[in-house]
């Protein structure tokens, strides 16, 4: 149980956003073989992970997350818009 709440404990400290967009705009975040997201990444040194599409949902999700500051995950989700 105590193994549960510390990995949960570090999944809360480590995501510091969820944007959704629809899923029809995934491509535009990606960009061109993934050139755009990485050079987000790259930039800002935050994490970018993209969910799976569900099956009859209009959207997905971009998890955008720092173990360094917030500074990094705010930074990402602005270069995202």
Sequence with gaps: ???????YAEVLRLVRRLKKIPSRQ???????EGC???????????NIKITDAIARHEER????????????????????Q
Excluded at 1 to 7: S, Y
Excluded at 26 to 32: E, F, P, S, T
Excluded at 37 to 45: A, F, G, H, P, V
């Design 1 to 7: 149980m105590k193994k549960a709440l510390k990995i």
């Design 26 to 32: 995934i491509g535009k975040v990606i960009g061109k």
């Design 36 to 46: 755009r997201i990485q050079k987000i990444r790259e930039e800002t040194k935050a």
């Design 61 to 80: 999700g971009i998890i955008i997350s720092s173990k360094d500051s917030n500074d990094s995950s705010s930074d990402a989700k602005k270069a995202l």
